[in-house]
């Protein structure tokens, strides 16, 4: 789920977001669809050098029974271990990553790997993100910049190009517009998918993707 603080949004190529409902609510109406994770990405946070709302992620993950990764602002070891405290699972970790590597080599040192993801916005990643994503995070949420809210579907040979280079779990996000779209981005090696426009509006949930993924031959937890 994008954010502007508060606020649910939703864009396209990462630009014109718009404000579609509040955060906290649409939070909770995910975790009752039986959605696997959450993630929570404040999209104005770091470039308005913010902190993170920790009231907010408090409130969410008091009533939330489903892993909550939290990112935009995670700038400094105090934030992590501020989202930490208030109940993420884990941190999402995108510009401050890029800007220094050495940010994400120590998180991983203080909280562990399974604590950190870094976010790689394609379609261009540069190696030398990859290379501090798969040395130190326990995850990589794989984003196309182009694909972002558009629902033309992930971009599966960036996916496989990624996915062939680390030994992590990748996420793939951006462009999903059906169960479909799924299938293909597990199978192109995807170990996850991140749904946004989908979900939010579309008559789909997340249990039917489930159902659509397994018919597939494919693993997906129930």
Same mark, same amino acid.
């Given at each position: 789920?994008?954010?502007?603080? #508060?606020?649910?949004?939703?864009?396209? /190529?990462?630009?014109?977001?718009?404000?579609?409902?509040?955060?906290?609510?649409?939070?909770?109406?995910?975790?009752?669809?039986?959605?696997?994770?959450?993630?929570?990405?404040?999209?104005?946070?770091?470039?308005?050098?913010?902190? %993170?709302?920790?009231?907010?992620?408090?409130?969410?993950?008091?009533?939330?029974?489903?892993?909550?990764?939290?990112?935009?602002?995670?700038? $400094?070891?105090?934030?992590? &271990?501020?989202?930490? #405290?208030?109940?993420?699972? /884990?941190?999402?970790?995108?510009?401050?990553?890029?800007?220094? %590597?050495?940010?994400? @080599?120590? *998180?991983?040192? /203080?909280?562990?790997?399974?604590?950190?993801?870094?976010?790689?916005?394609?379609?261009?990643?540069?190696?030398?993100?990859? *290379?501090?994503?798969?040395?130190?995070?326990?995850?990589?949420?794989?984003?196309? @910049?182009?694909?972002?809210?558009?629902?033309?579907?992930?971009?599966?040979?960036?996916?496989?190009?990624?996915?062939?280079?680390? !030994?992590? %779990?990748?996420?793939?996000?951006?462009?999903?517009?059906?169960?479909? !779209?799924?299938?293909?981005?597990?199978?192109?090696?995807?170990?996850?998918?991140?749904?946004?426009?989908?979900?939010?509006?579309?008559? $789909?949930?997340?249990?039917?993707?489930?159902?659509?993924? &397994?018919?597939?031959?494919?693993?997906?937890?129930?």
């Amino acid at each position: 789920m994008l954010c502007d603080q #508060r606020k649910l949004v939703k864009g396209q /190529k990462f630009v014109n977001d718009r404000v579609v409902g509040d955060v906290a609510a649409a939070a909770m109406t995910h975790a009752r669809r039986s959605v696997d994770e959450l993630m929570i990405i404040d999209v104005t946070a770091t470039a308005e050098m913010r902190i %993170p709302d920790y009231e907010m992620i408090a409130d969410i993950t008091w009533d939330c029974f489903v892993p909550v990764t939290v990112g935009g602002g995670v700038t $400094s070891i105090q934030t992590i &271990k501020n989202l930490l #405290r208030v109940g993420a699972d /884990k941190v999402l970790i995108g510009a401050a990553a890029r800007s220094d %590597p050495d940010f994400v @080599k120590e *998180a991983a040192r /203080k909280f562990g790997r399974q604590a950190i993801v870094v976010s790689l916005d394609g379609p261009h990643v540069h190696i030398d993100q990859l *290379a501090t994503a798969s040395r130190y995070a326990g995850e990589i949420l794989l984003n196309d @910049k182009d694909r972002d809210g558009t629902m033309l579907g992930y971009n599966l040979e960036l996916i496989a190009r990624i996915t062939k280079g680390v !030994d992590i %779990p990748v996420i793939a996000c951006g462009g999903c517009s059906g169960y479909e !779209d799924m299938v293909n981005a597990l199978r192109a090696g995807a170990n996850a998918v991140a749904v946004g426009a989908f979900f939010q509006f579309e008559d $789909s949930t997340p249990k039917e993707a489930v159902k659509h993924i &397994k018919a597939a031959g494919l693993e997906a937890r129930t």
